[in-house]
């Protein structure tokens, strides 16, 4: 049979109606019904594990610390036995104790952190810590592992010294609001590392392979950060000792074994920043902090930053951010060339989108005369529980309403019909607004020595002195927007052709409460991140009148 998912136990047999304390009955409430690996749906453990290793974003990489070699072949040993010492730090490294389900609703920050808390997390079926992938890869013939399963720092100093290189775990979490962790009362309350990660990273880091005469570290650290969103990494981003950092972000029940294939360079890291990393929490402009104390008897959000949020607003106030949004290194390296535009609308293109389609489908009628309340009682034989809410009444008397005629129905209630919104008319709205205005087309080429993914990333820009068609006034518009990107996998060259439809060039106009088409000249770059664009074309557009 299918599964099913009792709110209540996670056995097998459970109370059929919980909560009714005048029922005790039991039976099947769940159903396991192994659903992971089947005909049908494939491997998912292996598309879990694909997904996080995709997630997984590389954003520091000095002297080619990473990848490392399972037997430690390429790294120095400053040990007399000749094997290579590897220290792995921070007990965002490690399983929880208790468990990976031990926190209801993954309500806490202990152990590994893989998935955030709330109503919305999932029970792990299983969750393969960073540290088991590690020591599972290594050659300890050949490697010895140290685990360091705090975040305390106390002696941690001797350790990090014993070690060539060290892999230093920190975290981030946060969730629903319902929950409460150390304070955390949903929201974090503010971007840097928590446990005390900050300091754990500048201990290890100081003191990994012990100190040359001029104090310099001699080992490598690895800085690996799981978290919800952007974290500071201020502190020792540029820490001298800091050779590589990988951002993992929330891997799921993978997050060991996609890590270690990054590590040791099965894969080549293909993730980019959704997010900008600021290097102040101020940066972020003056709407981002939480909101500590309640601005009124109900808490308002008045959304005043418009549409400059996270690049935007780094863009519009010319902020350097510490890593940019759509910011990811790869193991190898690709170039863009023979780029160029295609526009598919020489003779011009109406401001606003095709009318919306006559509709397909006639909603249903509803039959809104008051039924006799003999036909609303309750029905003979049936088994009231307490705590459930049924739709009969007990009796007649229950039908004959409150006594005012008609219906109270509040200010402004009326029954006329809305027209229909010109914006929609199927899934994803009009479909005119899918009609291909432009392509971009190209050759990546991988110009490194391992097989590699690549995101190409579309930008626009709009033409200057944008106006609304329907007040004439001007429309404040970002410096540029992301459209489009792709992720291509490439060993040599792979050619792209890539699509700008009528909606990536529009913008939402409220008073037309309908997507614009502008004229004029719009600048596409295309590149690997919102700062690193490389190439640019222009697109005149001509946008004719129309009518809705």
């Not at 160029?340 to 009318?355: D, E, I, K, R, T």
């Not at 009444?393 to 229950?398: A, F, Q, R």
């Amino acid at each position: 049979g299918k599964p099913n998912f009792s709110s209540w136990t996670d056995a097998e047999v459970g109370q059929l109606h919980p909560g009714a304390s005048n029922s005790q009955e039991k039976g099947v409430v769940n159903k396991f019904v192994e659903v992971r690996q089947t005909e049908e749906g494939g491997d998912h453990d292996d598309l879990a594990r694909t997904i996080a290793r995709e997630g997984i974003v590389l954003l520091k990489n000095d002297k080619k610390a990473l990848p490392i070699s399972r037997n430690g072949s390429a790294l120095e040993s400053g040990a007399q036995d000749g094997k290579v010492r590897v220290g792995i730090f921070g007990e965002d490294a490690f399983p929880n104790p208790d468990g990976p389900n031990a926190c209801p609703d993954r309500g806490c920050n202990d152990g590994t952190l893989a998935m955030g808390w709330g109503s919305g997390a999932a029970e792990f079926p299983y969750l393969v810590s960073p540290a088991e992938a590690l020591h599972a890869n290594f050659d300890m013939q050949t490697v010895e592992v140290t685990d360091w399963k705090t975040n305390k720092g106390e002696h941690v100093d001797g350790t990090a010294a014993a070690q060539d290189v060290c892999l230093v775990f920190i975290n981030s979490d946060s969730g629903e609001g319902y929950i409460s962790w150390n304070g955390v009362k949903g929201d974090r309350n503010d971007l840097l590392p928590q446990k005390g990660g900050n300091e754990l990273v500048t201990a290890v880091a100081a003191n990994c392979g012990g100190r040359s005469e001029s104090g310099a570290p001699l080992g490598k650290t690895i800085v690996v950060v799981h978290a919800v969103g952007p974290v500071i990494l201020e502190n020792w981003i540029e820490h001298v000792g800091v050779h590589a950092v990988l951002i993992a972000h929330l891997p799921g029940q993978e997050s060991g074994n996609a890590l270690a294939d990054i590590i040791f360079g099965d894969h080549s890291p293909s993730g980019h920043l959704p997010y900008t990393i600021a290097r102040s929490e101020d940066d972020y402009g003056p709407d981002s902090g939480i909101l500590r104390m309640p601005n009124g008897v109900v808490p308002q959000q008045n959304f005043s930053e418009g549409l400059y949020f996270d690049y935007r607003y780094f863009d519009k106030h010319s902020l350097d951010p510490r890593y940019e949004f759509g910011y990811g290194m790869s193991y190898t390296t690709f170039e863009l060339s023979e780029v160029h535009l295609m526009s598919h609308a020489q003779q011009g293109v109406p401001v606003f989108p095709a009318a919306r389609a006559p509709a397909t489908a006639t909603p249903p009628e509803l039959n809104s005369s008051v039924p006799d309340p003999k036909e609303a009682m309750w029905p003979k034989g049936l088994t009231r529980l307490k705590g459930y809410i049924y739709p009969y009444i007990t009796s007649l008397s229950d039908g004959e309403g409150n006594g005012k005629e008609p219906y109270p129905y509040p200010d402004g209630y009326t029954e006329e019909q809305h027209a229909l919104s010109q914006a929609g008319g199927d899934q994803g709205g009009n479909p005119d607004l899918y009609h291909t205005i432009a392509t971009v087309e190209g050759t990546l080429t991988n110009t490194g020595e391992m097989p590699g993914d690549a995101v190409v990333q579309i930008y626009i820009s709009y033409p200057a002195d944008v106006k609304s068609p329907v007040t004439g006034q001007p429309v404040d518009m970002p410096v540029k927007v992301l459209r489009q990107f792709e992720k291509l996998h490439t060993v040599t060259y792979k050619t792209f052709k890539i699509a700008l439809s009528r909606k990536d060039l529009s913008y939402w106009d409220i008073a037309a409460q309908n997507w614009i088409l502008p004229s004029g000249e719009f600048t596409v770059s295309v590149g690997w991140s919102s700062r690193d664009l490389p190439v640019k074309e222009t697109l005149q557009v001509k946008a004719v009148s129309s009518s809705v």
